[in-house]
């Protein structure tokens, strides 16, 4: 049950700035890296292109954004070197969108600074703690958890 010590609406803000604390840290060291102009919502782009690549209007789809959003999102990507567009082996009408090897890599040095942030925590909390975490969390969120479509549902 809610308090006054506790109000309801501080738990998601606290899930919020933890999420904000952890992406800006990741954002921070990939800058070091070599990877300066990547932004959170980039992730979820490379992400949702995924390995085989997809058409912007896919890519739209799996983002909750309009074809336009990504379309334009996908222009800035391709401009930054992280994104290319190519013809579609299957259909010569059809443009897909594919990750570059500079993509490639702000992906795996991510995944490799989200372990390290991961660390961190669990120098300051414990191990214990920070897999009850995970746990709880687990126990509490729905099991399609890794969805894209978070830029779509802040913008939407």
Known sequence: MATPDRPGFVLPLLLLAGFRTLIDDLHAELARQGHPE???A????????????????DLGQRLGVSKQAAGKTVDRLVALDYLER?????????KLVRITAKG???????A??????????VATLGAN?????EDDL???VPSDV????VPGWFGG
């Open 129 to 133: 703690r920070v897999d009850a975490i």
């Open 104 to 110: 490639h890599d702000g992906l795996r040095r991510s």
């Open 42 to 57: 980039h992730g979820f782009v490379l992400q949702a292109v995924g390995p085989a690549g997809t058409t912007a209007s």
């Open 112 to 121: 490799v600074v989200f372990d390290e942030l991961r660390d961190r925590w």
């Open 38 to 40: 990547l932004r959170p």
């Open 138 to 140: 687990r126990r509490m």
């Open 86 to 94: 190519a013809d579609d082996p299957a259909d010569a009408r059809r």
């Open 146 to 149: 890794f969805r894209l479509d």
